[in-house]
């Protein structure tokens, strides 16, 4: 079964609209956990307009399952990782001011940055993910940077899944065997939803990993949270 970990960005961005501290951040991941997730992630930006530095600290202890730190690794963020040591990091090229993740690595042309990056954090037992497109070339890229996993961006998968073009996942598909061959895990992320992760996932071998927020959060708002992190769950059975 493909594990869910639950990116809970929206819920800090519903809290900062606020100043104060609702919702509980820290509740809403212990909940996420109790409700079944098999993990917690944050992306937190330099700007630090959703996800804190000071949240990562804070959920930390609290994460029993699987903690997963997305971000660009500057030297704040790489400084955060190492401090917090959650059992994953993985790496985005965000622009700074970025709204959303817009693309994945150039893993050729930032091949010794990445490997210098990933070295570190293997040596302080935190396990790497690459946030990738499915490009075959960007893929035996990042098998050379010593990464552990790689993430597929799946913006363009979701954007033509929902204009009914199913054969959008083939790229994604040979992106996944190419993965398997090379012994790389696979994750992957970024606008999927109840309406398309059972098709992707069935088509994904190998799947290992789906990091879910934006579309979890907003189908929460009409399903309730506990509801949809355990209809994910089915589906990614």
């Not at 809290?15 to 501290?21: E, F, I, Q, S, V």
């Not at 893929?139 to 054969?167: P, Q």
Request: with cysteine; charged share 25%.
């Amino acid at each position: 079964m493909t594990k869910l970990s639950v990116n809970i960005n929206k819920i800090a961005t519903l809290r900062n609209a606020r100043g104060g501290n609702v919702p509980d951040l820290l509740q809403v991941a212990k909940d996420i956990q109790r409700f079944g997730a098999e993990g917690i992630t944050i992306h937190p930006r330099p700007d630090e307009r959703h996800i804190r530095y000071q949240d990562a600290r804070d959920l930390r202890p609290i994460v029993y399952t699987e903690f997963n730190i997305e971000g660009n690794p500057q030297h704040n963020f790489i400084d955060l990782v190492l401090e917090c040591k959650p059992e994953q990091v993985t790496l985005v090229p965000d622009a700074i001011g970025a709204i959303t993740s817009s693309a994945g690595w150039d893993t050729i042309k930032n091949i010794s940055y990445l490997t210098e990056v990933i070295q570190e954090f293997h040596r302080n037992g935190i396990r790497t993910s690459i946030f990738v497109d499915p490009i075959l070339e960007m893929i035996e890229g990042a098998k050379k940077t010593g990464t552990d996993r790689i993430e597929l961006y799946t913006e363009a998968f979701a954007h033509e899944y929902g204009l009914g073009n199913k054969n959008a996942v083939e790229p994604y598909t040979k992106a996944a065997v190419l993965c398997n061959e090379l012994n790389l895990g696979i994750n992957a992320g970024h606008d999927l939803s109840l309406e398309n992760i059972k098709f992707f996932k069935d088509n994904i071998p190998g799947l290992l990993e789906v990091s879910i927020g934006h579309a979890l959060i907003s189908e929460a708002l009409y399903l309730g949270l506990d509801n949809v992190v355990n209809m994910y769950l089915q589906k990614l059975k």
